[in-house]
């Protein structure tokens, strides 16, 4: 970004100081009733104008334009930092082929009969908080509901251990997740820059977005909701300092326009700040209250955001110097997010393996996001949030089913340090009984079995170790061999390589001591 004058070189200090700025009355403590005040971001009066004005600036107009942010900031895919002082990661030898689970050159056989009735025993009459209170779960977050009801192709979930909605459908009573145009009033602008609903988090009539979404809730989840409710918002980050790129830097533009036309008569320095400050504030009790009301309407879900926490990790050809560990700005901004963390039922960060990430760095790249999610989960917190990782069923770029050694990356890894379980998602088009039948074999042959080794071997350890009271996790979250799986003759594990992490109510090196408390979902 050019810096051509001295003031607007002036601006990119004072945008700086803003952002380092130490927490002020913004980060008071979260209360836990729910509370909506009647407001916007400034005056109501302003409304109309800071509509058209931001309409204006999309087109090139305003008292600035987008070359007077002059604002920078440190974008987490520029992770250059990350050296290679923590030494190569090696990739371990499991594989995982068909039926047959690959351990030490021998092969355990998991026959049509043990799958069926495992998976029996795992899933079918329970709801979904039972099934999240039990070690490892397996969600299915895929429109594939087209396949038996057009083409006939039944898809045996339900068998294989694997959590979905009624009959498969994309919202339901198991996962219902919500995207940008389909929730309450989210501000955000679209593809060649049209601003809806504001485009920003100042210009929403908070009010109006809290009564719409609660119209939505009681429109789409029964009361009796005990699910997965995910909100997908990603057009914009909430922190000032992690909008970076060009289609999200796009919002710190926006937002200094508008402080140009609330406060004209300030300097431009001035300007800015209550541009940063104005945004965060917005952008807070938009997520915020959002979440709230969620949890107020349909107090069983587990609500909250998908991909948040974020990582900062993702794969950028760095070869040698890529160790998967989170950048350092990310880790600040969520430590910063702590009344995020605060107002969430649980964590839904995202594990998608990037197309050309080496197959060596795949489970640091799991690793690191799903331990970030854990730091988080604990903050200010007695009992962890249950973390829910969210995978991709196929690889963006090739549009293929995830390989067996992929699962192990991503399913087994969340499972053995000690995630509540993976959502599996995919925006697969099942336009034809072709495509519906690949699914179904690649479900049958590969992703279910694995599923079903991966359950059923967490559920023993569980049992074994931490008296049904608690999940397993790696003692060590570095020792890359140390998997929730059976052995190859279908017999369980000494489980050695792993501790106990107790459900709420109870506490101990193998959770065999009642806590007192209030229940919460594990």
Request: proline share 6%.
């Amino acid at each position: 970004m050019q810096r051509g004058t001295e003031k607007v070189s002036s601006l990119s200090s004072t945008c700086d100081a803003c952002l380092k700025a130490p927490a002020s009355q913004d980060q008071e403590e979260i209360l836990p009733d729910l509370s909506f005040p009647r407001r916007t971001w400034e005056s109501r009066r302003h409304g109309d104008a800071n509509r058209q004005h931001l309409g204006a600036w999309r087109g090139g107009g305003g008292a600035g334009g987008r070359r007077g942010l002059g604002c920078s900031c440190s974008c987490d895919a520029r992770s250059r930092g990350l050296g290679p002082q923590h030494g190569a990661i090696e990739a371990g030898p499991r594989r995982w082929r068909g039926k047959g689970f690959h351990l030490g050159g021998r092969t355990m056989q998991l026959g049509p009969g043990l799958v069926v009735g495992v998976a029996l025993c795992l899933v079918r009459g329970q709801p979904l908080l039972q099934a999240l209170g039990r070690p490892f779960s397996v969600l299915w977050n895929i429109p594939s509901a087209r396949c038996k009801a057009h083409f006939g192709v039944h898809l045996p979930l339900n068998a294989l251990g694997i959590i979905a909605n009624h009959g498969q459908r994309f919202h339901g009573q198991n996962i219902s997740i919500f995207y940008k145009n389909q929730f309450g009033l989210y501000p955000y602008f679209g593809p060649r820059g049209t601003a809806h609903n504001g485009g920003i988090p100042q210009a929403v009539s908070l009010d109006h977005h809290l009564a719409k979404a609660a119209h939505q809730i009681r429109q789409s989840l029964r009361s009796s909701f005990t699910g997965l409710a995910v909100l997908d918002w990603e057009e914009w980050y909430p922190l000032w300092a992690g909008n970076c790129g060009p289609r999200r830097q796009a919002y710190q533009a926006a937002s200094w326009a508008w402080a140009q036309q609330l406060f004209p008569n300030l300097d431009p320095q001035e300007q800015l700040r209550k541009a940063c400050a104005g945004f965060e504030r917005a952008a807070r009790a938009l997520m915020e209250d959002t979440l709230k009301l969620g949890q107020t309407l349909r107090p069983y879900g587990l609500w909250g955001f998908y991909r948040y926490p974020a990582c900062g990790n993702g794969w950028h050809n760095m070869a040698a110097n890529y160790t998967g560990r989170c950048h350092a700005a990310t880790l600040a901004r969520n430590t910063q997010l702590h009344w995020l963390w605060a107002a969430s039922s649980a964590l839904f960060p995202s594990i998608y393996l990037p197309s050309r990430l080496p197959a060596v760095y795949r489970q640091a790249f799991v690793r690191y996001r799903l331990e970030e999610a854990f730091r988080v989960a604990l903050a200010g917190r007695a009992h962890p949030l249950p973390v829910l990782a969210y995978a991709r069923l196929t690889h963006r770029s090739s549009g293929e089913f995830l390989s067996q050694d992929d699962l192990v990356q991503t399913i087994g890894v969340s499972a053995a340090l000690g995630a509540a379980g993976v959502v599996l998602w995919g925006d697969l088009s099942f336009s034809s009984s072709q495509k519906c039948w690949r699914l179904h074999d690649y479900l049958v042959a590969t992703l279910g079995p694995y599923v079903v080794n991966v359950t059923k071997a967490a559920m023993a350890c569980s049992h074994q170790k931490c008296h049904g009271h608690g999940r397993c996790a790696r003692k060590d979250p570095g020792q890359m061999e140390a998997f929730l799986h059976l052995q190859p003759d279908g017999s369980f594990g000494a489980w050695g390589s792993f501790s106990c992490r107790c459900y709420w109510g109870w506490t101990g090196p193998t959770c065999k001591e009642p806590r007192p408390g209030p229940k919460e979902a594990t």
